[in-house]
């Protein structure tokens, strides 16, 4: 099992960036698919980008290709989102997850995870 806490969450500007990170616990994070959702207020969670064990699958939705990228260090038990040329409508709580079935792969479904983070929020302003 894993814990996972997210931080680097806050308050930006239209156009700005900012580097989510999601610390895991326990030694069998680097056997983990690791991904990050979003979910704004009354709204569904919904993908974010997702990376494989071994960072060579790679997910973006469509909303955020060429603006975010995710990456992880097996060696500190991370995975980051770089996100760059923020809009408002990327205002949400973000949540970090893992996936220990299906290492391989970088799923895009909510429900191919096991474990959560509490998520940290990011707003972005106009």
């Known amino acids: 099992q894993v814990q996972l806490v997210e931080s680097g969450g806050g308050l930006v500007q239209a156009g700005g960036s900012l580097r989510l990170s999601c610390a895991a616990s326990g030694r069998t994070f680097m056997t983990y698919a690791m991904g990050w959702f979003r979910q704004a207020p009354g709204k569904e969670r919904v993908f974010v980008a997702a990376?494989?064990?071994?960072?060579?699958?790679?997910n973006y939705a469509d909303s955020v290709k060429g603006r975010f990228t995710i990456s992880r260090d097996n060696a500190k038990n991370t995975v980051y989102l770089q996100m760059n040329s923020l809009k408002p409508e990327d205002t949400a709580v973000y949540l970090c997850?893992?996936?220990?079935?299906?290492?391989?792969?970088?799923?895009?479904?909510?429900?191919?995870?096991?474990?959560w983070g509490q998520g940290t929020q990011v707003t972005v302003s106009s």
């Open positions: 990376i494989s064990f071994n960072g060579a699958s790679i």
């Open positions: 997850a893992g996936d220990p079935r299906r290492y391989y792969r970088a799923s895009t479904y909510a429900t191919d995870y096991d474990y």
